[in-house]
Each structure stands twice: as structure tokens, then as C-alpha cells.
Nanobody, 121 residues
Framework: QVQLVQSGGGLVQAGGSLRLSCTASGRFISIETMGWYREPPGKEREFVASITPGGSTDYADSVKGRFTISRDNAKNMAYLQLNNLKPEDTAVYFC???????????????WGKGTLVTVSS
């Protein structure tokens, strides 16, 4: 069974930093784009950042210059470094990945269970 297992998160003061990790486990052929999304309290899930296997990245405007996404393809892991955190970054953060279980053009979107990041002012 393929899973995305998250770690990291917690409570931090404004201006502080955190690092989130995401590990893909199970049997699969490959992982394409991996990403991070977040759900602020009372709001819908929103895109934060994504990274391709080749290292191309994309960020939401609200986190550009503060957050950095990276991945280790050999370890099937993705990371999100959160710097200069603001209270409005408070949210449940979810890891995502398009995972190919067999050779071919079709992959499946998997999600981690989420981890809470709380930024105090």
C-alpha cells in the first residue's frame, strides 16, 4: 500500500522556521511531481509549492522567498523549509505526490494525512 508519511510541524513564533518532511512508502514505479498544500483554519485547501523530479519548482506568491521545497529522489522524500513564518501561515500542511504504480501514462494522486503548523504572533 502506497502512503505519504509526513513529519515535522508544530508551534513556532512569528519569524521562526520549521521543516516539513514527506516520505513515500510502498511499492511503486516512480513519483512525478510532489507538492505541498495547506488548509488555513476555516478556509479551503490551497497550493503552496511543487517540485518535479528534475528539480523545477513552483510557489504560491504568498510564500515566495520564505519557503523552499526540495526532494531527494533516491529516498522518495520531499521537504518544505518554512522560514520567516507569519501568523497567516498557520494551517494544516499536506504533502502530495503523483505516483505511478506500474509502467505507463497513468499515475495516482496521493496525499499525506496532514501536519499542523501554528505560528504565534
Amino acid at each position: 500500500q502506497v502512503q505519504l508519511v509526513q513529519s515535522g510541524g508544530g508551534l513556532v513564533q512569528a519569524g521562526g522556521s520549521l521543516r516539513l518532511s514527506c516520505t513515500a512508502s510502498g511499492r511503486f514505479i516512480s513519483i512525478e511531481t510532489m507538492g505541498w498544500y495547506r488548509e488555513p483554519p476555516g478556509k479551503e485547501r490551497e497550493f503552496v509549492a511543487s517540485i518535479t523530479p528534475g528539480g523545477s519548482t513552483d510557489y504560491a506568491d504568498s510564500v515566495k522567498g520564505r519557503f523552499t521545497i526540495s526532494r531527494d529522489n533516491a529516498k522518495n522524500m520531499a521537504y518544505l523549509q518554512l522560514n520567516n513564518l507569519k501568523p497567516e501561515d498557520t494551517a494544516v500542511y499536506f504533502c502530495s505526490g503523483k505516483i505511478f504504480l506500474v509502467a505507463g501514462p497513468f499515475g495516482y494522486d496521493y496525499w499525506g494525512k496532514g501536519t499542523l503548523v501554528t505560528v504565534s504572533s
